[in-house]
């Protein structure tokens, strides 16, 4: 269960979140917990999870290792900084910041070499999914952004399906529709790089998951997780998405 916090909270108020989260998931051990605050939280939020399960993730990085890429963060700065995760290619990144799936592929195998585990956002736009384009939209990602890494690399990666009407808009995708395309997401990797791989790889969904759509969308085998937005950022309701 990842929380993507996108622009929001400060240091004092990563603080607060985490005072408040922790012991409501302190028992809970059914899922990995990952928050992906904005890079400057990233210590206090580090500093923050000590002691427990929760880990810290980056919402995005650049694939070199330093150098003069003003506003820019590595792969290795978020490992010092205690990250084990990071969001790649996010359909914001993608529709504002001029992502693109071959900056997908090349930020993906920079986490992989620093060790850090890469969540790859998929996800189609509501004009390609009522053109009924979907899995080709889907496929092209797929291809373009990770159908050049090998086999052991994809064992280790993370997709998550974004439907991007789904993303912060309240219309989730059906528990159905969000497992359909999970299913060919799989099939897809499976055909590329065999059952092995494709059986290990994990697959969130994401797009308005609530308090209240959570057990129908993990009652589905297909669905993995969740990466979470608007109610990764209220303690309560994370909590209750963690222990659904
Ligand atoms: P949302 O965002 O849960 O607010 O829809 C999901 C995401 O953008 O990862």
């Not at 990842?2 to 909270?9: C, D, I, L, R």
């Not at 070199?64 to 890429?69: Q, R």
């Not at 956002?121 to 952004?145: D, H, M, S």
């Amino acid at each position: 269960m990842a929380g993507n916090w996108k622009m929001y909270k400060t240091a004092a108020q990563t603080t607060a979140f985490f005072e408040q989260f922790r012991p409501l998931v302190e028992k809970s051990d059914q899922c990995d917990i990952v928050i992906c605050p904005p890079f400057v939280n990233v210590p206090a939020a580090v500093g923050a999870a000590q002691g427990s399960r929760i880990e810290v993730g980056g919402q995005d990085l650049y694939w070199a290792k330093e150098g003069a890429f003003t506003g820019e963060v590595s792969a290795p700065m978020l490992v010092a900084a205690g990250c084990q995760w990071v969001i790649i290619g996010h359909s914001e990144r993608r529709q504002y910041f001029g992502e693109t799936d071959e900056t997908v592929y090349q930020k993906t195998v920079a986490a992989l070499e620093a060790g850090l585990h890469p969540i790859v956002c998929l996800g189609e736009r509501l004009e390609e999914r009522e053109a009924g384009k979907t899995e080709p939209v889907i496929l092209t990602q797929l291809r373009g952004g990770l159908g050049k890494l090998e086999a052991a690399q994809v064992e280790r990666i993370t997709i998550a399906y974004e439907p991007v009407w789904a993303i912060g808009t309240g219309k989730t995708a059906t528990p159905e529709m969000a497992a359909d395309v999970h299913r060919y997401i799989r099939s897809m990797v499976a055909r590329q790089y065999g059952f092995g791989p494709a059986g290990k790889l994990r697959i969130l969904y994401g797009g308005s998951v609530k308090p209240d759509n959570v057990k129908g969308l993990m009652a589905q085998n297909e669905i993995d997780g969740a990466l979470v937005g608007g109610a990764s950022l209220d303690a309560n309701s994370f909590a209750s998405l963690v222990n659904f």
